[in-house]
């Protein structure tokens, strides 16, 4: 069995301070993790993945995640905050044979 | 075109209307995905092709109804359907179902469906 926890709905920043979304995970498996994005009226688009190989993993836009088994979590990051940051961000585990569980999403505010 | 596109984005569809939703990728996948996503709800995996074969049915209710012609097309059908259906669908692909757990699924932008 696998889940995922998002531990915010919603965060809100201001634009150029550092983002902090964060997100925890149980599986009995070792687990693959995403964070994918959605803007509005739009797909998913993956921001980073990790897959067993180095536990900080870097992705697109700035963003970056830190893969920490001993407190399972996989939180996102990003140093400094653009106004088009502001999207849904999900936290997703999986493990071979495709089950996917996403998180229930964090809404990402960005303030001028 | 590249990547996963979806057809139509948006559809307005009354209770005993039939209608159908289009995906197509142009990445070579083997694996394909529907999902529902309703506002205040986490994403919901509907059905799972792989090579053409459907793999998973998640308790999806027998008004859906998914056909998969071959690994770049996947139709989601759709009669008789109920205003809670009300939602986003998505399609996404992936390389092929066995490996899945570690490539990243190609999500479409969506179709807005609203039923009345």
């Known amino acids: 069995a696998q889940s995922v926890t998002q531990l915010d709905s919603h965060v809100s920043v201001s634009e150029g301070t550092p983002v902090l979304l964060r997100c925890n995970y149980s599986?009995?498996?070792?687990?693959?993790l995403f964070w994918y994005v959605q803007h509005p009226n739009k797909g998913l688009q993956l921001l980073l993945k990790?897959?067993?190989?180095?536990?900080l993993v870097k992705g697109i836009n700035g963003f970056e995640a830190e893969f920490k088994k001993s407190e399972t979590s996989f939180h996102l990051t990003k140093p400094s905050a653009h106004m088009s940051d502001a999207a849904e961000y999900f936290c997703?585990?999986?493990?071979?044979?495709?089950?996917?569980?996403f998180g229930d999403g964090t809404t990402l505010t960005v303030k001028p | 075109e590249t990547g996963v596109t979806q057809t139509p984005r948006h559809l307005v569809m009354g209770m005993t209307n039939k209608k159908s939703l289009k995906c197509e990728q142009h990445?070579?996948?083997?694996?394909m995905y529907w999902y529902k996503q309703s506002a205040k709800k986490p994403l919901e995996l509907m059905f799972v092709?792989?090579?053409?074969?459907?793999?998973e049915n998640n308790s999806v209710p027998s008004r859906f109804s998914p056909e998969c012609p071959n690994s770049s097309h996947l139709f989601l059908h759709l009669h008789t359907l109920q205003p809670e259906d009300s939602a986003l669908y998505l399609c996404?692909?992936?390389?092929?179902?066995?490996?899945?757990?570690?490539?990243?699924?190609?999500f479409g932008p969506g179709t807005r469906l609203t039923v009345l």
């Open positions: 092709y792989n090579f053409k074969e459907q793999t």
């Open positions: 990790y897959t067993s190989a180095a536990t």
């Open positions: 997703v585990v999986t493990h071979n044979a495709g089950k996917s569980t």
């Open positions: 996404a692909s992936s390389q092929d179902w066995w490996t899945s757990g570690e490539r990243e699924q190609f």
């Open positions: 599986s009995s498996y070792s687990p693959s």
């Open positions: 990445l070579g996948h083997n694996a």
